[in-house]
Every structure is written in C-alpha cells, then in structure tokens.
T-cell receptor, first 114, second 113 residues
Framework: KAGVTQTPRYLIKTRGQQVTLSCSPISGHRSVSWYQQTPGQGLQFLFEYFSETQRNKGNFPGRFSGRQFSNSRSEMNVSTLELGDSALYLC?????????????FGPGTRLTVT | AQSVTQLGSHVSVSEGALVLLRCNYS??????LFWYVQYPNQGLQLLLKYTTGATLVKGINGFEAEFKKSETSFHLTKPSAHMSDAAEYFC???????????FGKGTRLSVIA
C-alpha cells in the first residue's frame, strides 16, 4: 500500500506570495492532519480534517488555511507569505479520527520564503 | 492542556550501549502516547504507541517503552544501540476526544562507533 505523498517536496517562494501544498493520504484513510516543523518551535499542529470537515485547528494566523476533498486528499494554503513561514510542512493521515489510532506521515514539503 | 517534555535535546551513546530517551507528559486524563523517529530529510515514522493494556510496549527496530502513570513518564529504551539508530526521536501525546496530537521538542540521538 502506498504511503502518504506530499507535493511538491521543495518550494521556494517570495515574501508576500501565496502557496498551496498538497497531501494524498494512504488509501482508506479519512483523517488528515498538517504540522509545521521548524528548528526553533519544533512540530506544531496546524489543523486536522476528517471527512471534509475541520475537526481541530492549531494556534496559527488566518493566513493558514486548509481543506479536504471527498477523496480524502487535502491541501493547505498559506497566503501573504512571511520569512517566518519557512519550514518543513508535514502531512499525516490516519484511518479515522479516533485519538488512539496512529498517524502516518509523509516526507514533507520544504518551503523556503525569501 | 496536555504537554510533553523530552529531557535532553541531544543524547550521545556508544554503539552497543543502552539507549534511554526520556519523555514526561502532563495530561488531566490518561493519554495515548506515541514515539516517532525522524531520519534526515524524511517524515516521521511510528516506533510504538501506548493506548491501553500492558504498560510495556514493544515497537520496531528493538525499541520499547514503559508507561508509568505514577511518574507520568513514557521513556524509550533499546538495549544495544546501532549506528542506524542515529536520528531524531519525538514523543507525542493525545487525549481522548477532539484533541490534536502534541509533540515534544525532540531528542537527537548520536551513536558513536
């Protein structure tokens, strides 16, 4: 079974631009979560989707948004990019939204904002 | 609110020595606990998890962890370190209900030949 895939793997953007990152979960998984990983802040939760509905949202500004499609694929969008948005963005999928179920992570998208 | 503390941002061990990575959590209710490993330029891979039942949990690659409620700890151990174990390790906690997974800051493990 194929793992979680994220596209693109690397991205360079300029301050003020917007970006869309994509995540395809493991087949059959209905829950998708997004995390931002930086050396200073570590792994921070962005949001979680289950069956196209946002279940949880982390403490990030409204510039960060996401959505999930009927096939469970998910996208996250960051508008008006800032230098501090440079990070590794990780997507994780789970078979359901039940907390005891493990999340499977993709390789991440490395975003660099210049 | 739940939180996770990993003691030691960097741990260095000799090849063949015991690996001990510490994790303490705070949670108002019994949590679900996870250990993940991250190799350079990769995502996170699940090593093991504790949900209910037996408090000693065995995972992949010879790792295990013991849930100690009285100490609010979930330390990760491996009897004998291999060079391939060099990576960053993250402890994570999640409560029941509609709450997200919360990660510790991570511990970078170096293995010396």
């Amino acid at each position: 079974k194929a793992g979680v895939t994220q596209t693109p793997r690397y991205l360079i953007k300029t301050r003020g631009q917007q970006v869309t990152l994509s995540c395809s979960p493991i087949s059959g998984h209905r829950s998708v979560s997004w995390y931002q990983q930086t050396p200073g802040q570590g792994l921070q939760f962005l949001f979680e989707y289950f069956s196209e509905t946002q279940r949880n949202k982390g403490n990030f500004p409204g510039r960060f948004s996401g959505r999930q499609f009927s096939n469970s694929r998910s996208e996250m969008n960051v508008s008006t990019l800032e230098l501090g948005d440079s990070a590794l963005y990780l997507c994780a999928s789970s078979i359901s939204g039940v907390p005891s179920y493990e999340q499977y992570f993709g390789p991440g998208t490395r975003l660099t904002v210049t | 609110a739940q939180s996770v503390t990993q003691l030691g941002s960097h741990v260095s061990v000799s090849e063949g020595a015991l690996v001990l990575l510490r994790c303490n959590y705070s949670s108002s209710v019994p949590p679900y606990l996870f250990w993940y490993v991250q190799y350079p330029n990769q995502g996170l891979q699940l090593l093991l998890k504790y949900t209910t039942g037996a408090t000693l949990v065995k995972g992949i690659n010879g790792f295990e962890a013991e849930f100690k409620k009285s100490e609010t700890s979930f330390h990760l151990t491996k009897p004998s370190a291999h060079m391939s174990d060099a990576a960053e390790y993250f402890c994570a906690v999640r409560r029941s209900g509609n709450t997200p997974l919360v990660f510790g800051k991570g511990t970078r493990l170096s293995v010396i030949a």
